[in-house]
């Protein structure tokens, strides 16, 4: 059973479920470019860490996770000297600060062998739109992609605090994609559309070699809300979290009265 809104659908916005969603778009976008993309290109997602220094409140990229031992080789021998060795008392004990780890996932465009990235797709989460410290650390990893990499941000959340698109400022509206090629930077794209809208079909930059590729997000959010089930799990019979806006809240009330009578 498909989505009963015509492009993005707002109840897939709710903080308890946007995380599945989140996920499951990722997959289907990469799925998707690999459909396109020409030999020797592929889509692979990537993810890097975050750590969180409560008492600082600094927080670090670290990199891919895999830079931490696995469970298999922490140490387990308790501080124990094997050979009956005498050893020497610490001076002082004492507990590091607690960190809090968050891992964000991405796609991007490579070489089929992983030598070269050419594009990173960032599928925009509520904590890069927040106040707080994880937008700062998602701006600056925003600035690092847009120094040395093709960028494209999907923002298919209607809250929190939008990223800089550029000038002149993109008309308001509920969501947006924005691409930025590394070749012709500061020169930007941005595709705004709204609930009432479907989504767009965007052009992919991987070099200047290769044509763009088309990436239809709406084939791949039906995809998603297909493969989630989301149609079992989501209660029509409530507002949205977050609501939409008034008028945009009557449209949806009369669509979804439509939908009901369908599925009767």
């Known amino acids: 059973m498909p989505s009963p809104f015509p492009g993005m659908d707002p109840y897939l916005e709710a903080p308890a479920r946007w995380g599945g969603v989140h996920t499951r778009l990722i997959v289907a976008v990469a799925t998707e470019l690999n459909r396109v993309l020409p030999d020797g290109v592929v889509a692979e997602i990537d993810e890097y860490l975050w750590v969180h220094d409560t008492e600082s409140e600094e927080e670090t990229l670290l990199g891919k996770p895999d830079v931490f031992l696995p469970e298999s080789e922490k140490r387990t021998g308790g501080g124990k000297v094997s050979a009956g ?115 767009p079909t965007i052009p992919v930059p991987v070099n200047n070699q290769l044509s763009d590729v088309p990436l239809n997000l709406g084939g791949c959010l039906s995809r998603v809300y297909d493969e989630g089930r989301y149609s079992d799990k989501v209660s029509y019979d409530v507002p949205p979290d977050p609501p939409l806006d008034r008028s945009d809240a009557e449209w949806a009330a009369e669509l979804l009265k439509k939908h009901a009578k369908k599925k009767k």
């Open 85 to 199: 060795v005498q050893v020497t008392l610490p001076t002082t004990r004492g507990k590091l600060p607690k960190n809090r780890k968050r891992k964000n996932r991405f796609v991007q465009v490579q070489t089929a062998r992983g030598e070269r990235v050419f594009t990173v797709i960032e599928i925009l989460s509520p904590s890069n739109k927040g106040a707080g410290e994880d937008r700062g650390a998602y701006v600056q990893k925003r600035r690092e992609y847009l120094a040395t990499v093709n960028l494209v941000e999907i923002d298919l959340l209607r809250a929190g605090h939008r990223l800089p698109m550029g000038r002149p400022t993109p008309p308001v509206s509920d969501y947006y994609v924005f691409s930025c090629q590394r070749d012709d930077y500061p020169a930007t794209a941005t595709w705004a559309f709204s609930v009432r809208e479907s989504l």
